[in-house]
């Protein structure tokens, strides 16, 4: 049965890891998997979440099943996170959501329940988007086709051409958004740009599906959620996978939401009805142990004080190194403006360089990022960021 089966090349992102952990150059830097790491280039588990950890530990009292949507307290917590505790689409009681094995499998599921509404329905995704986007929808049933988004040559949004590509959709068709720290190209929205989609999304009838996967590391927790927010209020029905994986740094725990709004409440107990269905006939149940962790942070003063902390010292760190690129690029006598990557937010921006500069960026200098030259910014630091700059103005 199997033996005709070809193998693949490793995924795009994900592959290029084993290539960095080869190597023994002891300069090498990672600046491909979009994964936080502080200056010394650790990935370390946040202080709220080991208290949180410590916590359950000593309360936690059964391993029995949680059921398909998860904890009522997840679900809840992190509505309100989302859309803040206020807003009209929770106070009329038209939303309903369930705790996913990480944004991933929110994306999924999402993405099979609209194919249940809406058999082979079209969602239109940014050009570019996350490489692992089209599987993650395409592979659910849904055809996916593309709106401009970026320039490379500019280094910045092609807003006007995502309005006209946009302009015709309606109705039975889906739009993907990035609700902040746009992957890969870290340019994001600006507020009239929401209020503008709002408005044609309310206007032609296309169906809002939202992807927050970095809420709080662009320029805080509500202000990246302001444009999904806008959103919400502007349309009956709307979409939104978020997760945990970076703002709690709950990667390998899997922690995510899937999240519907609806047009009013009875829809929203029958479609409810339909996703954990969905999630029934694919993993029955999602893992407790992360989204316990979360639950117990957002429902805590103090932890929550502790995490939202720990979250600007990431974005901080974050913005920090954007400034730092910029100048140490420009002092490296790197050729051509990098002034963009200090405008746009969150862990990714594209270097703009060509893919056999990459290339060389590795084999010469141990430096790894996807071909794309997306580069995951918390990989640089103040230690490796001279030797980063010099290898990039020799290779342009
Ligand atoms: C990334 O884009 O690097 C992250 O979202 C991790 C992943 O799974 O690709």
Redesign the pocket.
């Given at each position: 049965m199997f033996k005709h089966l070809s193998s693949l090349s490793p995924d795009p992102?994900?592959g290029l890891l084993a290539s960095y952990r080869a190597d023994e150059n002891p300069h090498k830097i990672d600046l491909g998997?979009?994964v936080y790491k502080d200056e010394s280039g650790h990935t370390g588990v946040l202080q709220a979440v080991k208290e949180a950890e410590t916590r359950l530990l000593q309360s936690e009292e059964t391993k029995a099943y949680i059921g398909p949507a998860g904890t009522v307290g997840f679900n809840r917590a992190m509505q309100e996170l989302i859309l803040g505790a206020d807003h009209p689409a929770l106070a009329a009681n038209r939303v309903r959501s369930a705790q996913t094995p990480g944004g991933c499998g929110a994306l999924r599921v999402l993405a099979e329940f609209v194919n249940r509404a809406e058999p082979g329905a079209t969602i239109w995704v940014s050009d570019p988007t996350?490489a692992?986007h089209v599987p993650l929808l395409g592979n659910a049933g849904l055809q996916i086709k593309t709106y401009p988004y970026y320039d490379r040559a500019s280094s910045s949004l092609r807003f006007e051409a995502m309005v006209e590509a946009l302009s015709e959709v309606g109705r039975g068709d889906l739009v993907l958004l990035h609700a902040c720290c746009h992957?890969p190209c870290g340019a994001d929205l600006s507020r009239d740009q929401w209020r503008q989609l709002a408005q044609m999304a309310q206007k032609q009838g296309f169906t809002p599906f939202i992807d927050m996967?970095y809420q709080g590391f662009g320029e805080g927790l509500a202000d990246d959620a302001w444009g999904l927010r806008l959103m919400a209020e502007s349309v009956d029905e709307m979409l939104v996978a978020a997760s945990c994986s970076k703002n709690f740094g709950l990667y390998r725990e899997r922690v995510g939401l899937a999240m519907v709004v609806y047009g009013d409440a009875a829809s929203a107990d029958r479609g409810q009805s339909q996703l954990l269905n969905v999630v029934r006939g694919n993993y029955s149940m999602p893992p407790s142990h992360g989204a316990a962790i979360v639950e117990s942070i957002l429902s805590d003063a103090g932890l929550r004080a502790n995490w939202e902390e720990e979250l600007t010292e990431m974005r901080e760190r974050i913005n920090g190194l954007r400034l730092g690129l910029v100048e140490n690029l420009a002092a490296a006598g790197a050729s051509g403006d990098f002034s963009f990557i200090q405008r746009q937010k969150g862990m990714f921006s594209f270097l703009g360089i060509t893919p056999e500069q990459v290339q060389r960026l590795q084999q010469e200098y141990s430096i790894y990022m996807v071909d794309s030259s997306r580069i995951?910014i918390a990989g640089l630091s103040q230690s490796n960021m001279e030797y980063f700059c010099r290898a990039v103005a020799s290779i342009l």
């Open positions: 992102i994900l998997v979009g996350w692992n992957n996967a995951s």
